[in-house]
C-alpha cells in the first residue's frame, strides 16, 4: 500500500503515528505530495481525493482511502487486533466519540485558523478566506484544549486508561497549534503532562 | 439505553434511522430535550454532552455517548453483525470516508449555514454568528450535492453497493438542507434518486 503524504504535517503524522503503533511502517510506501506548492489542488491529486487534502491511503488494488480516521480504520483492522480504535462495541462509540471531539474542537479548529486568519499556505493556495471565522476558531481551539484538559484530569488517555487514535487526532492538533502560534492556557497542565508522556512514545518519533 | 434527542431535527433522525435499521428501535427510552427552547445549552444537559448537541446516547452504566456517528458504532455493534459501518477492513474504511464526506460537505455545511446566516434557532440560542461563513457553507453544501451525486452515477449507494451509515447522514443532510431551504442542484438526478429510494426504506418513515 501507498501513503500519498507530506511529511511532516499534522495530518499526515496521524497517520505515521498509527502506523508505527500498529508496527506496519515497512509496509507502506510514501509518495510526496508537494503540498507548500499547490499540488494537492491540482486535478491529478483531486482525482485521488476530491477534497484536495493529504494523507491518503491507496490500497494495491487502486482503492483510495481519505481521512485520517477512515484510514486509521483501515490499518487497525489490517492486521492483529485493533488496538487505536476499541474492540467492544462500548470502546469503540467511546474513542470515536473523542476523536472526534479532538478533531473538532482542536485539530480542525487550529486548521481552519491557520487557513483563514494567516497567510497559511499562501496566496495562490488559500483562494478564499474568512478571516473573522478563523478568528473565532482560534478561540475555539484553545476552548477545545481546557476540555481536553479536564477530560485528563480523571483518565491518563482522552478515551480512558489505553492510547487510542483520540491521542494521535489530540497530539497532531497540538503540533499544528504549535505550527500556527495557537498557545495552550497555562492552566492546562494536565494536557501539558499528557503531551509529554505520548512525546516519549515510540510512535511520535 | 437511553436516547436524549429532540425528535424531527436532522441528528437525531440519523440515530433512529440506524436504530430501525438494526431492529433496535423498541430497545431504547427516547428522553425529549426542548432544543427550541435552548435546553440543549443548559448546564444540566452539558455535563451530558458538553458539545451541547442532541442526540446523546445513554448507556445502562450512566456512559455518555454524543456524536451520531459515534452512537452508530455502538449500534451497529451491540448485535448481530455489523450492518451500517462494515466488516472488512475495507469497507470499514470506505464507509466511515463517504460518512465523513456527508458529513463535512452536507450534512454540517447546511447546519453551519443555518446557524449563522438565518436565524436559526433564534437570537437567544445563536449567541454568536458569522454571516459570511455561513453563506459560504451554503455554496459547500451544493458542491458536496454534486459530488455525492457524482459518486452516485457509478454505484447505489454511496459507500458501494449496499446502504450504510454514509447514507443515512447524507440522507438526514438533504432533510436539514429542505429545512434550511438549500435546494438540490436540478442537474443532481443521481442524488435525487437515490433520496427517492432510501425514502422508500422501512427505517426512513
Known amino acids: 500500500m501507498k501513503i500519498h503524504e507530506y511529511e511532516g504535517f499534522p495530518n499526515?503524522?496521524?497517520?505515521?503515528?498509527?502506523?508505527?503503533?500498529?508496527?506496519?511502517?515497512?509496509?507502506?510506501?510514501?509518495?510526496?505530495?508537494?503540498?507548500?506548492?499547490?499540488?494537492?489542488?491540482?486535478?491529478?491529486?483531486?482525482?485521488?481525493?476530491?477534497?484536495?487534502?493529504?494523507p491518503v491511503l491507496e490500497l494495491d488494488d487502486g482503492t483510495m482511502i481519505a481521512e485520517c480516521s477512515a484510514i486509521t480504520e483501515y490499518l487497525?483492522?489490517?492486521?492483529?487486533?485493533?488496538?487505536?480504535?476499541?474492540?467492544?462495541?462500548?470502546?469503540?462509540?467511546?474513542?470515536?466519540?473523542?476523536?472526534?471531539r479532538?478533531?473538532?474542537g482542536l485539530l480542525d479548529a487550529v486548521a481552519t485558523y491557520f487557513h483563514h486568519a494567516t497567510p497559511g499556505l499562501g496566496p495562490d493556495i488559500e483562494t478564499y478566506q474568512c478571516a473573522e471565522w478563523g478568528q473565532h476558531q482560534r478561540q475555539r481551539a484553545q476552548t477545545g484544549m481546557k476540555y481536553l484538559d479536564g477530560v485528563l484530569?480523571?483518565?491518563?488517555?482522552?478515551a480512558g486508561?489505553?492510547?487510542?487514535?483520540?491521542?494521535?487526532?489530540a497530539y497532531a492538533g497540538l503540533m499544528f497549534a504549535d505550527a500556527?502560534?495557537?498557545?495552550i492556557p497555562e492552566?492546562?497542565?494536565n494536557l501539558q503532562d499528557w503531551r509529554q508522556r505520548v512525546s516519549q512514545r515510540p510512535s511520535a518519533s
Request: hydrophobic letters at 40%; aromatic letters at 6%.
Open 12 to 54: 499526515p503524522a496521524r497517520v505515521r503515528m498509527a502506523l508505527k503503533e500498529k508496527g506496519l511502517l515497512g509496509q507502506v510506501e510514501f509518495v510526496s505530495v508537494d503540498v507548500p506548492a499547490g499540488e494537492h489542488k491540482k486535478p491529478e491529486f483531486l482525482a485521488k481525493n476530491p477534497s484536495g487534502a493529504v
Open 76 to 100: 487497525d483492522h489490517f492486521s492483529g487486533e485493533p488496538v487505536l480504535t476499541g474492540q467492544t462495541p462500548q470502546e469503540r462509540a467511546s474513542i470515536h466519540m473523542m476523536q472526534r
Open 102 to 104: 479532538a478533531e473538532t
Open 153 to 158: 484530569s480523571a483518565q491518563p488517555y482522552l
Open 161 to 169: 486508561d489505553t492510547f487510542t487514535v483520540a491521542d494521535i487526532t
Open 180 to 183: 500556527a502560534q495557537v498557545a
Open 187 to 189: 492552566d492546562c497542565t
